[in-house]
């Protein structure tokens, strides 16, 4: 949450769970860039 900043810009309560919203479909699409996919050898 740093990196997207401590506090929300939106003063409305519907607006500030929609900030929410978008800052953690944005955290789990970083996420799921940085995990690895394995995959079976042989």
């Known amino acids: ?17 929609a900030e929410l919203q978008v ?3 944005s955290l789990n699409r970083f996420t799921s860039l940085g995990i690895p996919a394995t995959q079976p050898v042989g």
Request: no cysteine.
């Open 1 to 17: 949450m740093k990196l997207l900043g401590q506090r929300l810009a939106a003063r409305d309560f519907d607006r500030q769970t």
């Open 23 to 25: 800052r953690i479909a």
